[in-house]
């Protein structure tokens, strides 16, 4: 590209991130002022007017017609729409997630905002010496899991992809050093860090629904994608334990968090972490909590090339 076309479009585009950014944090400080059920309602339905008009969109539309070919239009329209009143909710999270997480061990079930499935596993992990790795998926509000498990006595380091644009980015990190634990962003030096981690028996999460242009050839609905192998490795070489972990939305404003029992990778005949075959097992796992909740996973990301 020509030198002084490259400067113009790189200028253009961090202007477009600003102005983008700026309208994002002006919106979520609006809904600040609200109490938090009524902001999270107001973000749900802002981003279902707003989601449909831009380029993304499509994509979720088509994401969603490669997933569940037994659709009609209408079905696949809904959900996605749906989809984007979720997306603003967790935008809108990100500023309440002091408020949402009032989970009490002491309060009787289906009092408050949150309900947790897997309290002894926590109790019995926290006093565990073996290193863990947990897993979610973009699936409700996940940035509430690491909040949970520090409620456990657990202290887990997070692995996050953060967003294309760096002024959301900052705040992102900001936001969520604060309120969820550790975090490793992930680029060049993240493995090492995450070894570092768990070479000391300590704990991660990682987000393992994400595409990975050189990673292990695997499915997902079915259809051909790549995913990060990193997970496995790290389980390969440090031997720790693998937990499912995810976030339901529920009625009225609830929440339900779910740690599940530990999750066996596949190995090879030798013995070692098969990690195509463990890649693949991941994918499945994800792929049955978005089935159940199809409205609540992030549609407009390419999971699949296009």
């Given amino acids: 590209m020509n030198p002084t076309l490259a400067k113009a479009w790189k200028i253009q585009k961090k202007t477009r991130d600003y102005v983008a950014a700026k309208l994002l944090f002006a919106i979520l400080r609006v809904l600040r002022l609200f109490p938090a059920q009524k902001g999270l309602r107001a973000a749900d339905r802002l981003a279902r007017l707003i989601g449909p008009l831009t380029s993304r969109h499509k994509l979720a539309l088509d994401n969603l017609a490669l997933a569940y070919p037994e659709k009609d239009r209408t079905w696949i329209e809904a959900t996605a729409r749906a989809n984007w009143g979720q997306m603003g909710r967790i935008a809108a999270e990100y500023v309440f997630l002091d408020e949402i997480f009032d989970f009490d061990p002491a309060r009787p079930p289906g009092e408050g905002l949150i309900e947790v499935e897997g309290i002894d596993l926590f109790l019995e992990l926290r006093d565990s010496d073996k290193p863990i790795i ?5 699936l409700g509000c996940f940035e509430l899991l690491p909040i949970c498990a520090a409620t456990f006595g657990l202290e887990v380091t997070a692995l996050f992809r953060q967003p294309n ?6 705040e992102v990190q900001t ?9 490793v962003p992930s680029k060049a030096g993240a493995a090492w860090a995450l070894a570092s981690i768990l070479d000391r028996r300590g704990n991660v999460g990682m987000l393992v629904d994400q595409k990975f242009a ?6 997902f609905f079915g ?17 720790c334990d693998v937990y499912p972990a995810r976030s339901i939305r529920l009625p009225n404003g609830r929440y339900r968090l ?12 030798t013995g070692e972490i098969d990690i195509p075959a ?3 097992t991941l994918n499945d796992v994800v792929e049955g909590w978005v089935r159940e909740h199809p409205e609540q996973w992030m549609w407009f990301h390419r999971r699949w090339q296009l």
């Fill in 165 to 170: 644009n760096r002024y959301i980015a900052r």
């Fill in 134 to 138: 947990f897993f979610t998926g973009h």
């Fill in 223 to 239: 259809r051909p994608c790549r995913t990060n192998p990193l997970l496995p490795k790290l389980v390969r070489q440090f031997n």
């Fill in 258 to 269: 779910e740690l599940q029992p530990r999750l066996e990778l596949p190995r090879t005949e």
């Fill in 175 to 183: 936001a969520r050093k604060t309120r969820g634990g550790h975090l």
């Fill in 214 to 219: 050189k990673g292990a050839p695997t499915t």
């Fill in 278 to 280: 463990s890649c693949q």
